[in-house]
């Protein structure tokens, strides 16, 4: 059984940076691709991010690309993401959520345990 906890969010400007963490244990971290998820009030929970197991492979929704940056550390049992140039529309709880056995996925069904999530709140 992993646990994964999230932390980082907060209130910001639009135009500033937040960096998230989320934290892994029960299990052994580099078997797991990991990703980002966030869910806006009144919407579907939508990807965010992925990387694989080593790190070696990332991949983004569009809305992100070039503004956040996702990067794992498996001796700290770690996966980031780095959010530059925030906007009012990246307001929401963000989520980290870990899959065996694959190097990430952007379909959040295939993931087998989720952070319970941090919320990032962008003003204009």
């Known amino acids: 059984q992993v646990q994964l906890v999230e932390s980082g969010g907060g209130l910001v400007q639009a135009g500033d940076s937040l960096r998230l963490s989320c934290a892994a244990s029960g299990g052994t971290f580099s078997s797991y691709g990991m990703g980002w998820f966030r869910q806006a009030p009144g919407k579907e929970r939508e990807f965010v991010a992925t990387?694989?197991?080593?790190?070696?492979?990332?991949s983004y929704r569009d809305s992100v690309k070039g503004r956040f940056t996702i990067s794992r550390d498996n001796a700290k049992n770690t996966v980031y993401l780095q959010m530059n140039s925030l906007k009012p529309e990246d307001t929401a709880v963000y989520y980290c959520?870990?899959?065996?056995?694959?190097?990430?996925?952007?379909?959040?069904?295939?993931?087998?345990?989720w952070g319970q999530g941090t919320q990032v709140t962008v003003s204009s």
């Open positions: 959520a870990a899959v065996k056995g694959f190097s990430g996925s952007m379909y959040y069904t295939m993931y087998d345990y």
């Open positions: 990387i694989s197991r080593g790190g070696g492979s990332t």
